[in-house]
């Protein structure tokens, strides 16, 4: 009778695009996806008797991943939106962000608005608000070529190699990105963004339990031990 004294172990299913560091990125020595979400969604699933099971992809799948069931909940740096809010259920937030130009480290080029990069070329993640807000000058009628990329990852490697002249990103994520690559900010554009976890619509349940443990966790001395743990 073994089996009986077994306990079910319930699984979370987390979908994120792990090209966000500090938030979500894969860490070079365990090939382990890790980062301030990973560990805030362990917290969150640890308190509700969960184990966590990491489904990567890109950004833009995030939100179909959700209502198509293939994943529980998404945690990756998102950020609270109307548009987005339709389609998915969000949590209270717990990060606040702006974003963010950056240009390779030493470059001529030196942008301080969104203004400034017409008549250049700029990658950014496609399904991302930074993607929308450089489309929005786009039909302002601004010449910027946005060049669109599954990843950061793949946007930040072709800054440094000189395919793409400016990345348009979340600020705390290009701070990360300018200590570990040869990058550099060279502006904030105020959005007054606030990141959230999601859940399929409706599924008012895990969204109650979410809430619950996350409000805890962020007047914790776990979240701050988090945060330097990927930010000291
Ligand atoms: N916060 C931005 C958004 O929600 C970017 C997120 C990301 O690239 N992981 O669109």
Redesign the pocket.
């Known amino acids: 009778l073994g089996f009986l004294s077994k306990p079910v172990e319930k699984v979370l299913r987390v979908g994120?695009?792990p090209?966000?560091p500090p938030?979500?990125y894969v860490d070079e020595k365990t090939g382990e996806v890790v980062g301030i979400d990973i560990d805030l969604i362990k917290a969150i699933a640890n308190r509700l008797g969960y184990k966590v099971q990491i489904v990567s992809m890109d950004?833009d799948g995030l939100i179909p991943a959700l209502e198509q069931g293939q994943v529980d909940v998404v945690i990756?740096?998102?950020?609270?939106?109307e548009e987005?809010a339709k389609r998915v259920d969000f949590s209270i937030p717990y990060w606040k962000?702006d974003q963010a130009i950056i240009v390779s480290k030493g470059s001529s080029f030196k942008p301080l608005k969104i203004e400034d990069l017409v008549n250049h070329t700029v990658g950014v993640?496609s399904?991302?608000?930074?993607?929308?807000l450089l489309d929005s000058y786009v039909s302002k009628g601004y010449n910027i070529n946005v060049k669109r990329y599954s990843s950061?990852t793949l946007a930040v490697q072709d800054l440094i190699n000189g395919r793409v002249d400016a990345v348009v990103?979340?600020s705390p994520?290009a701070n990360t990105l300018a200590k570990k690559y040869s990058v550099e900010v060279a502006a904030t554009i105020t959005t007054g963004?606030e990141?959230g976890i999601a859940v399929k619509k409706g599924n008012k349940a895990l969204l109650d339990q979410i809430n619950k443990a996350l409000s805890e966790i962020l007047n914790s001395s776990e979240w701050d031990s988090i945060i330097s743990k990927y930010m000291g």
Do not use: K, L, P, W
């Not at 990756?76 to 939106?81: C, D, F, L, Q």
């Not at 399904?127 to 929308?132: N, R, W």
């Open positions: 994120t695009s090209d966000f938030f979500e950004f990756s740096g998102m950020t609270i939106t987005r962000a993640q399904g991302t608000t930074a993607e929308q950061y990103v979340d994520v963004e990141y």
